[in-house]
């Protein structure tokens, strides 16, 4: 398994599955959902319409359409808020329902923004933690023989990226 993060923008990257930072409605946004719609065009819009929406902590698939990427999953995080309404759950449902996704549709590589940590005010130290540790225990979790995938954490700025690193380290 490979795991990474790195500083871009995430609609720049050519891997199968660009994950963008939704809202229960689908209905696009601000933040990085603003910018995978801009990117990919109106036809996303569409397709998020016609899927109607996605619980809080789950995740749903339309095609990449105008992006690099062949596919965008549209994660679901939760508003933080303060800790004690299963935001961590949550937001490790969020990983994991995209994982799933990715390897439902035969895909192998994925890149996940920092969801919750925007808008959402989920804090990045903590929400950083819940998103390496779902993701390396899925990866152990569905090691061969269904093959490996290739995870990338994209971030936007660069204190976000640290503690990336920082929790990637050995
Ligand atoms: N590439 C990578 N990361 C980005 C990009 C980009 N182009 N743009 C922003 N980020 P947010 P949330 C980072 O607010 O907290 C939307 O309106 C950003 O710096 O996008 O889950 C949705 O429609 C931050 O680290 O997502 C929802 O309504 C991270 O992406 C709501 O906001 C997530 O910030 C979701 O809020």
Redesign the pocket.
């Given at each position: 398994m490979a795991l990474r993060a790195i500083r871009?923008?995430?609609?720049t990257l050519a891997v199968d599955a660009v994950v963008t930072?939704?809202?229960a409605g689908l209905?696009?946004?601000?933040?990085?959902?603003?910018?995978?719609h801009r990117a990919a065009g109106p036809a996303l819009l569409e397709a998020c319409r016609a899927i109607g929406g996605c619980p809080t902590g789950e995740a749903r698939i339309t095609p990449g359409f105008g992006l690099a990427a062949r596919w965008v999953i549209h994660a679901v995080?939760p508003v933080w808020q303060g800790g004690g309404a299963g935001e961590p759950d949550l937001l490790a449902g969020a990983y994991r329902h995209s994982l799933a996704l990715l390897r439902d549709a035969g895909g192998h590589s994925i890149a996940f923004?920092?969801?919750?940590?925007?808008?959402?005010?989920?804090p990045?130290e903590r929400a950083v933690v819940v998103a390496v540790a779902t993701v390396r225990a899925d990866l152990v979790a569905h090691a061969a023989p269904l093959g490996d995938l290739d995870v990338t954490f994209?971030?936007?700025?660069p204190t976000?990226l640290a503690l990336y690193q920082k929790e990637l380290a050995p």
């Amino acid at each position: 398994m490979a795991l990474r993060a790195i500083r871009a923008d995430i609609t720049t990257l050519a891997v199968d599955a660009v994950v963008t930072a939704a809202n229960a409605g689908l209905r696009g946004g601000g933040g990085v959902d603003g910018a995978v719609h801009r990117a990919a065009g109106p036809a996303l819009l569409e397709a998020c319409r016609a899927i109607g929406g996605c619980p809080t902590g789950e995740a749903r698939i339309t095609p990449g359409f105008g992006l690099a990427a062949r596919w965008v999953i549209h994660a679901v995080g939760p508003v933080w808020q303060g800790g004690g309404a299963g935001e961590p759950d949550l937001l490790a449902g969020a990983y994991r329902h995209s994982l799933a996704l990715l390897r439902d549709a035969g895909g192998h590589s994925i890149a996940f923004p920092a969801i919750s940590t925007g808008v959402y005010g989920y804090p990045p130290e903590r929400a950083v933690v819940v998103a390496v540790a779902t993701v390396r225990a899925d990866l152990v979790a569905h090691a061969a023989p269904l093959g490996d995938l290739d995870v990338t954490f994209c971030c936007f700025d660069p204190t976000t990226l640290a503690l990336y690193q920082k929790e990637l380290a050995p």
